[in-house]
């Protein structure tokens, strides 16, 4: 794939219309192709998911992902759902400093923040020093692209008296797989889009449900560059009993780590 993008490519180049890079997690950032129906399904799903956790048209949603990098598909993804749940969008990108940020939270009086947890993180430390982050009005923060503690949630929470959420996706397998409801319980998975499995990393054989692995997912509409079988590398598990919040999908633990960093004790 990192190689010749263009070798998995199912459709004629004319049915493409996006690019997107990967984080370049592992290595050199890849290039994945979609179609505008596949973008357009993801959308829907990541606006429904928004509702998930009762973001709608009378939010004011600020985007600090990364806007500056070549095709980097979170911030424009975020951008389009909360555009069509007809919120107020602040596209402040993550380059900006944390007075800035403020001021934009003040200005646009922004109730939704979206972006990585070390950049959200960064901000809250130093804005916290001059600020009363509790009483800006925000009541929601969502965070992507970056595994992070539960107690990075406790800071975060009291710091801006607002409620935090996780949310999960690859470039590669669609864009958005999956997020916290008000439950805070693990990440619902997009079933309709994504078959996942969790296997042992070493032999690639399925483990028993609620047995930590490896992620791997086989992607079920995409026509522009599906996927079968794709090892992400992220290691979590199966929640096997029933989300408060009702919903029926499967619902797995928030991303502990990836497969690159874990150390093996003992013989």
């Known amino acids: 794939m990192l190689n010749d993008p263009y070798s998995f490519v199912c459709v004629p180049h004319s049915d493409i219309t996006y690019v997107f890079t990967t984080a370049g997690t592992t290595g050199e950032p890849k290039r994945i192709f979609f179609t505008k129906d596949e973008v357009d399904h993801e959308l829907s799903w990541l606006s429904y998911s928004f509702m998930f956790i009762d973001v709608d048209r009378n939010d004011v949603i600020q985007i600090m992902f990364a806007y500056g990098r070549p095709s980097w598909a979170a911030g424009y993804l975020v951008q389009r759902a909360a555009e069509e749940l007809g919120a107020l969008v602040v596209p402040a990108g993550n380059m900006l400093d944390y007075k800035e940020q403020i001021e934009f939270i003040k200005e646009f009086k922004t109730?939704?923040?979206?972006?990585?947890?070390?950049?959200?993180?960064?901000?809250?430390?130093?804005?916290?020093?001059?600020?009363?982050?509790?009483?800006?009005?925000?009541?929601?923060?969502?965070?992507?692209?970056?595994?992070?503690?539960?107690?990075?949630?406790?800071?975060?929470?009291?710091?801006?008296?607002?409620?935090?959420?996780?949310?999960?996706?690859?470039?590669?397998?669609?864009?958005?797989?999956?997020?916290?409801?008000?439950?805070?319980?693990?990440?619902?998975?997009?079933?309709?889009?994504?078959?996942?499995?969790?296997?042992?990393?070493?032999?690639?054989?399925?483990?028993?449900?609620?047995?930590?692995?490896?992620?791997?997912?086989?992607?079920?509409?995409?026509?522009?560059?599906?996927?079968?079988?794709?090892?992400?590398?992220?290691i979590s598990y199966i929640k096997n009993y029933s989300c408060k919040c009702g919903l029926p999908f499967l619902r797995i633990a928030r991303i502990r780590g990836r497969i690159d960093d874990m150390l093996i004790l003992g013989t």
């Not at 070493?202 to 992620?215: A, C, D, I, P, Q």
């Not at 522009?224 to 590398?233: A, C, K």
Request: proline share 4%; charged share 30%.
């Open 111 to 234: 109730t939704v923040i979206c972006g990585t947890p070390s950049y959200i993180l960064k901000i809250t430390r130093e804005a916290k020093k001059e600020f009363e982050l509790g009483k800006l009005g925000v009541r929601k923060i969502i965070l992507a692209s970056e595994p992070w503690p539960e107690s990075l949630r406790v800071e975060l929470e009291s710091s801006w008296e607002a409620q935090v959420y996780d949310c999960y996706g690859l470039t590669e397998i669609g864009l958005f797989a999956g997020g916290e409801c008000d439950a805070k319980d693990g990440l619902h998975i997009n079933e309709l889009s994504l078959l996942l499995e969790v296997v042992d990393p070493k032999t690639g054989e399925r483990v028993e449900e609620g047995e930590e692995g490896e992620l791997v997912f086989t992607t079920l509409d995409r026509r522009g560059m599906p996927l079968i079988r794709y090892r992400t590398r992220d």
